[in-house]
């Protein structure tokens, strides 16, 4: 099917399912175009929803949301307990490839050449991989399995925010890991766990302390009316 046969079947309103390289609007030899794994989208219906299928930026805008996604659906695995050093460092990892993320249209963001558009394509592929093993993972309940993928899809989404906007600085997930496993470890650090023990041989300490007060006060008390007793009988 050539380009023309593609811009009828769009105006005449049929379904039609393009793969990466037409959505970035680029005509990708087919070692590009059957990329395993490559995202298949919804032409039309991305068309009806104003979005702007032909714009070699909307690469830029497929990464974020899905990234987005897929981190609303790790946080909310891992939330419920303690994360452990390699959960936070995935989450901050896409923190930091995500954070202030530009619109397609910001001044900083360029228009990557044809060879640098080929690239945006073999990332989006692969970062769609990891996150259809990421949502098989999901199904199992395997949180570790689940930690990688999307350590993967996020390297993929944040190569692909540096072909856009190359001047916007994001650290690798070894940098971020090795940071976070510093204040894991602090943290860590934090919790004695002999602390239970200590609390229970103080209370009891405590305990024994107030006993001894209480019997001394007794006496004490004991002594006091004895000796009333004495002063009372003498004056009799």
């Excluded at 939330?79 to 995500?98: C, M, N, V």
């Excluded at 650090?189 to 602390?195: A, L, Q, Y």
Aim: hydrophobic share 40%; with cysteine.
């Amino acid at each position: 099917m050539n380009d023309a046969e593609h811009g009828d079947d769009d105006i005449a309103g049929e379904r039609n399912v393009h793969k990466v390289g037409a959505l970035l609007g680029q005509d990708f030899p087919m070692s590009i175009e059957s990329l395993q794994g490559s995202i298949s989208i919804d032409y039309k219906l991305a068309a009806d929803r104003g979005i702007d299928v032909n714009n070699p930026r909307i690469g830029l805008k497929v990464a974020s949301e899905r990234l987005a996604i897929v981190r609303y659906v790790f946080l909310v695995q891992v939330e419920d307990g303690i994360a452990t050093a390699e959960q936070r460092a995935a989450l901050e990892y896409a923190d930091a490839a995500l954070v202030g993320w530009p619109e397609i249209d910001a001044a900083d963001v360029v228009d990557p050449d044809e060879d640098d558009l080929r690239t945006v394509a073999e990332r989006l592929g692969e970062m769609e991989r990891n996150i259809e093993q990421f949502s098989k993972h999901e199904a199992k309940g395997d949180v570790d399995a689940m930690n990688d993928l999307f350590v993967h899809a996020t390297e993929c989404v944040a190569s692909v925010r540096r072909l856009y906007q190359p001047e916007f600085p994001i650290p690798t997930f070894a940098e971020i890991r090795r940071v976070v496993q510093d204040e894991y470890d602090e943290d860590m650090g934090k919790i004695d766990p002999n602390e239970h023990i200590a609390t229970v041989e103080a209370i009891e300490e405590q305990t024994e302390q107030a006993d001894e007060r209480r019997e001394q006060g007794q006496a004490d008390n004991a002594g006091k009316v004895n000796r009333s007793n004495l002063n009372d009988g003498g004056q009799a």
